[in-house]
């Protein structure tokens, strides 16, 4: 049974409703129904990638650049296998089971991740990531309200007004992922060191992690060619040649 605040979210979920609401009622108000601090929209693209799609905040938004970075942690294991995955108090979370998040989420604020996946059989549309600063689990109502959230966030991805997993869109849209610098820097450098492109994304989320940086900043570098990857693994200045 869903709660209140949950019955009211979903009502502004219908059809007629504009991207910037649904946004809005996703980020604040099911963050608040759902007793957290940041709520988090990712769909999946090639390769089973989460491509983030709304966020709330900066402590989220912090926490899934961190994610998509290392390719580990409870989001991909969502999508990986299609059931949620809780992490109620990272400070416990064994290092063997997400050994490089675990190691940096001490200097995050994030301190409890919920993620639930948004899927209907088969299909695998995205996951919805609840962060709390605070540890401690969910209680079965706030749970409830959160699958049932996924669930109408899946609906609605699979509708005509938000796009599916796969569909390309204008960079200026409303519903741009947030990542696309990433996958053009990572076709830059599938180019420029002749790497298939898993590979040039390992080069880059291998670098972020190096560097202390996220993925994002790093992609930006290399497209506004203020990076230069060789294939030793060391980063330059680009040459005159490279800027042209």
């Given at each position: 049974?869903?709660?209140d605040s ?5 009502r ?12 809005d ?10 007793g ?15 491509e983030?799609?709304w966020?709330s ?11 998509f970075t ?12 299609g ?5 109620p ?5 064994p ?5 490089a ?38 209680t ?12 109408a ?5 699979l509708?005509?007004?938000?796009p599916?997993?796969?569909?390309p869109f204008?960079a ?7 990542h ?23 080069r880059?989320r291998?670098h972020?992690?190096g560097?202390?940086?996220s ?29 042209d």
């Amino acid at each position: 049974m869903i709660s209140d605040s949950m019955a009211r979210i979903l009502r502004v979920l219908q059809p007629t409703e504009g991207s910037d609401t649904i946004a809005d009622v996703v980020t604040a108000a099911g963050a608040r129904a759902m007793g957290v601090d940041g709520l988090a929209v990712s769909l999946v693209t090639e390769g089973d990638l989460a491509e983030l799609l709304w966020c709330s905040d900066a402590t989220t938004r912090r926490f899934e650049d961190l994610q998509f970075t290392l390719g580990q942690g409870p989001g991909p294991d969502a999508i990986r296998t299609g059931a949620m995955v809780w992490a109620p108090d990272l400070a416990q979370v064994p290092l063997a089971r997400w050994p490089a998040l675990v190691m940096e989420a001490p200097a995050l604020d994030t301190r409890a991740v919920f993620c639930f996946p948004m899927s209907i059989g088969a299909i695998n549309v995205g996951v919805l990531t609840a962060v709390r600063r605070t540890p401690g689990p969910m209680t079965a109502q706030q749970t409830d309200d959160a699958t049932i959230l996924a669930a109408a966030l899946t609906a609605r991805c699979l509708g005509s007004s938000t796009p599916q997993p796969g569909t390309p869109f204008p960079a200026d849209s409303p519903h741009s992922l947030q990542h696309a610098v990433v996958h053009q820097a990572t076709g830059m450098l599938s180019v420029q060191l002749a790497l298939t492109l898993p590979q040039a994304l390992l080069r880059l989320r291998a670098h972020a992690y190096g560097s202390g940086r996220s993925i994002t900043d790093i992609s930006q570098d290399v497209v506004d060619r203020r990076l230069h990857l060789d294939p030793g693994g060391n980063s330059t200045p680009p040459t005159a040649e490279d800027k042209d």
